[in-house]
């Protein structure tokens, strides 16, 4: 079971959408249900040793959990194909916003800085295509952002928070560093955000 | 309405309305004008909630505009050139590579802790050429487990790319060989010199690998000269094929280098 539970957590996580508790009730431990939590804190310490992978619990109420990477930060080359990487150049860029910004954004701010950088919510991007669907839907979904919407705001405005998974793949005090990185400054330029980040830890 | 002018840090609007409206609830009699006062309210407080937030008074000021320069100069941005584009009014000018996101993303990917997504046999060389066929099918075997439903399409592209890859190896040896003879037939190359990549050892032993494909399908073949060393040439084409396989002894030679005799 264990074995199997992990194979099915594994290929799951390929689409980075987390992953309930009820999926893998019904789809692998179906008739064990009893021994479930056992069958699970096994499958996270065989992700653990073996892939150097973290199972993550991100919301208790609904039992969804993701799978982060455990391991050292490689030195060299990371492993990915180049559209995940754009995915992730994009998506860096957005967190460094909300958090520069006070952790919560309006999508009209939002859209106004990614337009500056040429992304246009309207307009289909030369890499990343319908970039209002891959923001709104595949980072919502993923847990990257958490997309809430503003009450009695017509038409309806939606306010842009860090998600669960953001919140565990990467850290205050690395987006920091990364805009700091950016603008040549050093981080502690920016003291209120500076000071939010290392208590952060 | 006019939910910007309310906004405006400077403007008092916020707290006359809600001066107003205090005074209007006084002649307030009936359930529905209570409800809207309610409404108005959540309205007044959300909009009170943005101000605050506009002050700053949490963060120390960040400039976006700057750092959306910044970024843009990261991803090599070309400022001298203007693009033609048809939304350039208060976008300055400069011409993004294609590969922009591309360095933005190599550099993301540090700042995240990402599973590495999972998928079967996704090689992590690039150039390397593959594993020999066989051991690809039972790779394949081993691998194959309840959750592959989502695979088989994946699995097929990788097994056939690999093949190839292996096929255009040998088949480029062998032109090289060929390409040798062609300027100078009477001189077969010593077998080491043709296999031997003086900066790779791994690559020395890919070109032996490759080399014994070319053998085996009898496209060459080794012989010993005087001094007892090897030497590699194409065998001549198909005319003679068939006198050349009968009389073509099949010898088995193991042959080995190990690193210190490369070296």
Redo the contacts between chains.
């Keep these: 079971q264990v074995s199997e539970l992990v194979q099915f957590l594994l290929v799951k996580d390929q689409k980075k959408i987390p992953i309930k508790r009820a999926d893998m009730l019904k789809n692998v431990i179906r008739e064990y249900k009893d021994a479930s939590s056992e069958i699970l804190n096994k499958a996270g310490r065989t992700l653990q040793e073996v892939f150097g992978m973290q199972l993550v619990e991100i919301d208790a109420k609904r039992h969804t959990y993701i799978l982060i990477n455990n391991l050292p930060r490689p030195e060299g080359e990371y492993l990915c194909k180049d559209k995940e990487k754009e995915k992730m150049g994009l998506l860096l860029v957005i967190l460094s916003f909300i958090f520069m910004k006070g952790n919560s954004v309006k999508d009209s701010a939002l859209w106004e800085f990614l337009r500056l950088l040429r992304v246009y919510p309207g307009k289909p991007h030369r890499v990343f295509g319908d970039v209002r669907k891959l923001v709104t839907e595949e980072f919502g979904r993923q847990k990257y952002l958490e997309i809430t919407p503003i009450p009695l705001t017509d038409p309806p405005e939606f306010k842009y928070q860090w998600g669960p998974r953001a919140e565990k793949e990467t850290s205050k005090k690395d987006v920091l560093n990364f805009v700091a990185k950016m603008q040549g400054k050093d981080p502690r330029f920016w003291a209120s955000q500076h000071g939010e980040a290392e208590a952060n830890l | 309405e006019n939910r910007e002018s309310v906004l405006n840090s400077k403007s008092n609007r916020l707290t006359e309305a809600l001066e107003e409206a205090n005074k209007l609830f006084g002649g307030v009699s009936r359930a529905r004008e209570a409800a809207l006062d309610a409404?108005f309210l959540?309205?007044a407080t959300?909009i009170g909630k943005?101000k605050a937030?506009e002050l700053?008074s949490?963060?120390?000021a960040?400039d976006?505009?700057?750092?959306?320069?910044?970024?843009?100069t990261?991803m090599g941005i070309n400022r001298t050139e203007v693009e033609e584009t048809d939304?350039s009014e208060d976008?300055p000018g400069g011409f993004?590579p294609?590969d922009?996101?591309?360095?933005?993303?190599?550099?993301?990917?540090?700042?995240?802790?990402?599973?590495?997504?999972?998928?079967y046999m996704m090689g992590?060389f690039k150039s390397e050429p593959p594993v020999p066929k066989q051991r690809i099918e039972r790779q394949k075997k081993a691998s194959r487990?309840?959750?592959e439903q989502?695979?088989p399409a994946q699995l097929k592209r990788m097994e056939e790319s690999q093949q190839e890859a292996t096929e255009k190896e040998v088949e480029r040896i062998l032109r090289i060989l060929q390409t040798h003879f062609e300027n100078d037939p009477n001189t077969p190359i010593s077998f080491f010199d043709f296999v031997i990549d003086p900066n790779s050892f791994a690559r020395t032993v890919e070109n032996m690998f490759h080399a014994s494909f070319l053998i085996r399908d009898g496209l060459a073949k080794i012989k010993v000269d005087e001094d007892e060393l090897p030497i590699i040439e194409p065998t001549k084409p198909s005319g003679r094929g068939e006198e050349e396989s009968s009389a073509g002894a099949r010898n088995q030679v193991v042959l080995s280098l190990d690193q210190k005799e490369w070296k």
Aim: glycine letters at 4%; proline letters at 2%.
């Design positions: 409404q959540v309205i959300n943005e937030s700053h949490e963060m120390s960040f976006s505009a700057a750092f959306a320069e910044d970024l843009l990261f939304d976008v993004l294609t922009a996101w591309q360095t933005v993303g190599e550099e993301a990917t540090k700042y995240f802790r990402r599973a590495p997504t999972f998928h992590s487990g309840k959750a989502a695979m």
